[in-house]
T-cell receptor
Framework: DAKTTQPPSMDCAEGRAANLPCNHSTISGNEYVYWYRQIHSQGPQYIIHGLKNNETNEMASLIITEDRKSSTLILPHATLRDTAVYYCIVRVRSGGGADGLTFGKGTHLIIQP | EAGVAQSPRYKIIEKRQSVAFWCNPISGHATLYWYQQILGQGPKLLIQFQNNGVVDDSQLPKDRFSAERLKGVDSTLKIQPAKLEDSAVYLC????????????FGPGTRLTVT
């Protein structure tokens, strides 16, 4: 089962910042937070990941609380093409076994024109 | 760089028939995954390969599903016989190695079992 909790859906106006929350209160010290998104009829796409520091790349920013029990994905200037299902996933970063991703139901983000 | 290729994109079969899906990962990627995504849910891992060996198949219904990755490149996922509940999108993903941060997903094969 997924170790994260996300709201099922959110709306955001085009051009505004989209802030997607994720709760992962049982996260372990060696687990990272990963974000993927899935645009309709496509496979999931990696966005960003982090351990405890805030991270930023060309797609988004990831803010992780100090206690690591929750995080927020920020799309700074949302466009219509950002409409997708966003998945927050926790997983260890290294190990000797399998590393498949455990997806929940995610958040369906709808960008309104 | 070419992405993960999958075929066919769509398949409709009757229950109790068999079906096979093909995946060609990104060149040089050692790790290959098959996920099943039922409508309204997130993808669920079925099987993971490292080169041509199985790393994890704990969620693969082995009485009807099988997968292989001969020569450590292409992979085939087979269902025989299919059930109505197998209707789903089957996603293939690959990564350079285990525990890298990014898995690259193909477009998926949408299977409808009638």
């Amino acid at each position: 089962d997924a170790k994260t909790t996300q709201p099922p859906s959110m709306d955001c106006a085009e051009g505004r910042a989209a802030n997607l929350p994720c709760n992962h209160s049982t996260i372990s010290g060696n687990e990272y937070v990963y974000w993927y998104r899935q645009i309709h009829s496509q496979g999931p796409q990696y966005i960003i990941h982090g351990l405890k520091n805030n991270e930023t790349n060309e797609m988004a920013s990831l803010i992780i609380t100090e206690d690591r029990k929750s995080s927020t994905l920020i799309l700074p200037h949302a466009t219509l093409r950002d409409t997708a299902v966003y998945y927050c996933i926790v997983r260890v970063r290294s190990g000797g076994g399998a590393d498949g991703l455990t997806f929940g139901k995610g958040t369906h983000l709808i960008i309104q024109p | 760089e070419a992405g993960v290729a999958q075929s066919p994109r769509y398949k409709i079969i009757e229950k109790r028939q068999s079906v096979a899906f093909w995946c060609n990962p990104i060149s040089g990627h050692a790790t290959l995954y098959w996920y099943q995504q039922i409508l309204g849910q997130g993808p669920k891992l079925l099987i993971q390969f490292q080169n041509n060996g199985v790393v994890d198949d704990s969620q693969l219904p082995k009485d009807r599903f099988s997968a292989e990755r001969l020569k450590g490149v292409d992979s085939t996922l087979k269902i025989q016989p299919a059930k109505l509940e197998d209707s789903a999108v089957y996603l293939c993903a690959s990564s350079t190695q285990r525990f890298t941060y990014e898995q690259y997903f193909g477009p998926g094969t949408r299977l409808t079992v009638t």
